[in-house]
């Protein structure tokens, strides 16, 4: 068998003489996996954000994932230069659904130049195009946001949950060490008919409520990482019917390529772990991620 190569898209130009420190190996984006017996989408990438040696064109992207069996992707935005390279990309290339929303770490930062309101505004004006499929990503972050900022955070979380319920959007949320407050202004708020944990960090706790309330879990390629036991465990009591797949990409690479570029062409690593950690097979894994992604955003048609 031939070892597997980096997709043409994703390979840096040969130019001879030594390696820079731009084409070091952490640069260079992995080689491609086995593909998946049956195709899947990946319902989280940005592809607007720069990684690896150099930019890859949409269709490129679209079709490196598509020769290992991605055969669709969620672009997310996360500010309103993002969103609106989103609705632009979704009107590009029909394997591309969008999502348009203020990050909630850009939030404060709006609110700081008495921007948000406005931004607000045109992220629900970008929402109402019929390739626009969800509010996200939004949410709360208690990483890397304190202070005041969480007081933009919480506001604005909540006028995308109303964005999303009045537009009938899904849901995408970003929820970085805030499980319990995420849920709780979910509750408050009430919560969209569809919502989707994206990068699901939570653990089986978080599970069990997403199982309750039917909530979507979406694991990334933190999932393969050594220190995510919490991760493995909320697979392992995740309703079949909720789970998704995605990558985050150009972050959070999978095992065994952690520290790399990632790319939509990197999910089938992810979702074999899910299978090998679940036991399931790995074709049935696939139809039902697939099945579960159309129900959260739509067809891709």
Known sequence: MCSPQTPDAYREPSTGGSQSAAASPKREYPPAPEPLPVPVMDNHTHLDFPDGKGPVGITAALDAAAAVGVQGAVQVGCDLESSRFTLQTVQQDDRLLGAVALHPNDAPEYAARGELEDALAEIEQLAAHPRIRAIGETGLDFFRTEGEGLAHQRYSFRRHIDIAKRLDLTLQIHDRDAHADVVQVLAEEGAPDRVVFHCFSGDEELAAICNREGWYMSFAGTLTFRNAANLRSALAVAYPELVLVETDAPFLT???????????????????????????????LCTRISSNTVRAYGSWG
Do not use: C, I, K, Q
């Not at 899910?274 to 097979?281: I, K, Q, S, V």
């Open 254 to 284: 999978p095992h065994p390529h952690r520290g790399r570029p990632n790319a939509s062409y990197m999910v089938p690593y992810t979702v074999r772990a899910m299978a090998e950690l679940t036991g399931t097979d790995l074709a049935e």
